[in-house]
C-alpha cells in the first residue's frame, strides 16, 4: 500500500541554524512527490515539487529512490518559516494524493 | 481567478443534523477532493471526483456523500452528523494527474 511517513511531528530549531524534515514513502513505482506548507490560519500551498528540481524560499528536496526518502532542507531557518509542513506522495495514473502526518517546525529566535 | 472556494469557514452542528460543505472552483481543473485535517494524523481523503458526474471513495468516506453535476462544484454532505467528524475540511483540485493541488482555505466543522 502507498504511505508517506514524517517521523517528527514537532521540530524546533533556533534561527539560522540548518533544517531537515524528514520523509519516506512507500510505493513500488514512479512517484510524484511534493512538500505543502500550511502557515498559521492559511490554507495549504504547494512548497516544491521533486520534478521541478528548484528552491523556494531556499529550501529544496532531493528525491532518493534508493531510500524512497523526499527530505526537504534549508541552510539556514528563519522565523517566518514556522508553520506545518506536508509531504504528499501522488501516484502514476491516479489523481490522489497521499498525505504524510505533517511536521511542524518551529523556528526560535 | 478566485481559485478555490470553501464556505461556511465555521460551522457548529448537533449531532444528527445534516449539512453540505460548498466547494467551487473557476479553474476548469477535473479533479477535485476533499480532505479532513486531524491532529496527529495529517490529511486524510474522504472522496474525490475525476470529473462532472464521477465520484469515488477515499480513504474515510463513512458519513459523507459527494456529488459532482458541474466541473465547478463538488459539495460535500454530512448525512448525520456526529462528534468524530468534528474537523478542518479542506477541498482541493487540480488540472491533471500528478501536478499540483489547490486548496481551499477550510471549514472548521464542530459537532456537539
Known amino acids: 500500500a502507498q504511505r508517506v511517513t514524517q517521523p517528527e511531528k514537532l521540530l524546533s530549531v533556533f534561527k539560522g541554524a540548518p533544517v531537515e524534515l524528514k520523509c519516506n514513502y512507500s510505493?513500488?513505482?514512479?512517484?510524484?512527490l511534493f512538500w505543502y506548507v500550511q502557515y498559521s490560519r492559511q490554507r495549504l500551498q504547494l512548497l516544491l515539487r521533486?520534478?521541478s528540481r528548484e528552491s523556494i524560499k531556499g529550501f529544496t528536496a532531493d528525491l532518493n529512490k534508493g531510500e524512497t526518502s523526499f527530505h526537504l532542507k534549508k541552510p539556514f531557518a528563519q522565523e517566518e518559516d514556522s508553520a506545518m509542513y506536508y509531504c504528499?506522495?501522488?501516484?502514476?495514473?491516479?489523481?490522489?494524493?497521499?498525505f504524510g502526518t505533517g511536521t511542524r517546525l518551529k523556528v526560535l529566535a | 481567478n478566485a481559485g478555490v472556494t470553501q464556505t461556511p469557514k465555521f460551522q457548529v452542528l448537533k449531532t444528527g443534523q445534516s449539512m453540505t460543505l460548498q466547494c467551487a472552483q473557476d479553474?476548469?481543473?477535473?479533479?477535485m477532493s476533499w480532505y479532513r485535517q486531524d491532529p496527529g494524523m495529517g490529511l486524510r481523503l474522504i472522496h474525490y471526483?475525476?470529473?462532472?458526474?464521477?465520484?469515488d471513495q477515499g480513504e474515510v468516506p463513512n458519513g459523507y456523500n459527494v456529488s459532482r453535476s458541474t466541473t465547478e462544484d463538488f459539495p460535500l454532505r454530512l448525512l448525520s452528523a456526529a462528534p468524530s467528524q468534528t474537523s478542518v475540511y479542506f477541498c482541493?483540485?487540480?488540472?491533471?494527474?500528478?501536478?499540483?493541488?489547490?486548496f481551499g482555505q477550510g471549514t472548521r466543522l464542530t459537532v456537539v
Open positions: 482541493a483540485s487540480s488540472p491533471y494527474r500528478g501536478t499540483e493541488a489547490f
Open positions: 510505493y513500488s513505482g514512479s512517484p510524484e
Open positions: 521533486h520534478i
Open positions: 504528499a506522495l501522488s501516484t502514476s495514473g491516479t489523481y490522489k494524493y497521499i
Open positions: 479553474m476548469n481543473h477535473e479533479y
Open positions: 471526483s475525476v470529473g462532472a458526474g464521477i465520484t
